[in-house]
């Protein structure tokens, strides 16, 4: 009975090629690969707390800036409120100081009303009539803070004083105010006006 030559193992007559030195061998394909890593899930198969911690941050960052906003709106609203209310008593003390200071004039239209009626009368008692009620009226100014200022003889002060000219008096002190064009009222900031005068010219 003819024999047959039987096959050599292929494994074992496989030739294993050496691995150099350092180098890592490939893994052979009758080996078990490693299964994929898992999340971690709870025993009951839910997912663990990790799956859930992103969308909690999340709906807390919505909320905080939810808050913010409502701050900021309201912060907006009161800032408004407090300018219109700013406004409103700001005009309503411009009105109470004009009404102030007509009401302190009236006294001098009365006066002159009054000399009016009695301009056929007697001259003389017009000019007086006229002279009190220009009194009256630079009482009233004083009263109000802006006192009047006329006077001469006075060395020239910039901050109450404009000339409009400069005149040869030797019987005046040079830089002194010699002649009084237009009184001025009031004083620093408070001035309605310097008083507009002449000065004795410097040798």
């Given at each position: 009975?003819?024999?047959?030559?039987?096959?050599?193992?292929?494994?074992?007559?496989?030739?294993?090629?050496?691995?150099?030195?350092?180098?890592?061998?490939?893994?052979?394909?009758?080996?078990?690969?490693?299964?994929?890593?898992?999340?971690?899930?709870?025993?009951?198969?839910?997912?663990?707390?990790?799956?859930?911690?992103?969308?909690?941050?999340?709906?807390?960052?919505?909320?905080?800036?939810?808050?913010?906003?409502?701050?900021?709106?309201?912060?907006?609203?009161?800032?408004?409120?407090?300018?219109?209310?700013?406004?409103?008593?700001?005009?309503?003390?411009?009105?109470?100081?004009?009404?102030?200071?007509?009401?302190?004039?009236?006294?001098?239209?009365d006066n002159?009303?009054?000399?009016?009626?009695?301009?056929?009368?007697?001259?003389?008692?017009?000019?007086?009539?006229?002279?009190?009620?220009?009194?009256?009226?630079?009482?009233?100014?004083?009263?109000?803070?802006?006192p009047r200022?006329?006077?001469?003889?006075?060395?020239?002060?910039?901050?109450?004083?404009?000339?409009?000219?400069?005149?040869?008096?030797?019987?005046?002190?040079?830089?002194?105010?010699?002649?009084?064009?237009?009184?001025?009222?009031?004083?620093?900031?408070?001035?309605?006006?310097?008083?507009?005068?002449?000065?004795?010219?410097?040798?």
């Amino acid at each position: 009975m003819p024999s047959h030559p039987q096959e050599p193992d292929r494994a074992a007559s496989d030739p294993i090629e050496p691995t150099p030195e350092g180098a890592v061998r490939p893994p052979r394909g009758d080996l078990p690969q490693p299964a994929p890593p898992t999340r971690p899930e709870a025993a009951n198969g839910e997912p663990g707390p990790d799956a859930a911690g992103p969308a909690l941050a999340e709906d807390e960052y919505t909320t905080a800036i939810q808050e913010l906003e409502d701050r900021w709106r309201r912060a907006l609203a009161d800032l408004d409120n407090l300018r219109k209310r700013h406004a409103r008593e700001l005009e309503r003390e411009r009105a109470v100081e004009r009404s102030r200071t007509a009401a302190a004039f009236l006294p001098v239209l009365d006066n002159l009303e009054l000399a009016l009626t009695h301009a056929g009368a007697d001259p003389g008692a017009i000019v007086e009539g006229i002279q009190a009620v220009r009194d009256q009226a630079v009482n009233v100014l004083e009263l109000l803070g802006y006192p009047r200022h006329a006077e001469t003889g006075v060395a020239f002060d910039p901050a109450r004083h404009e000339v409009v000219g400069v005149v040869q008096d030797p019987d005046a002190p040079p830089g002194t105010v010699v002649e009084v064009l237009r009184p001025g009222y009031g004083d620093g900031e408070r001035q309605l006006r310097p008083a507009a005068v002449t000065v004795a010219k410097r040798e």
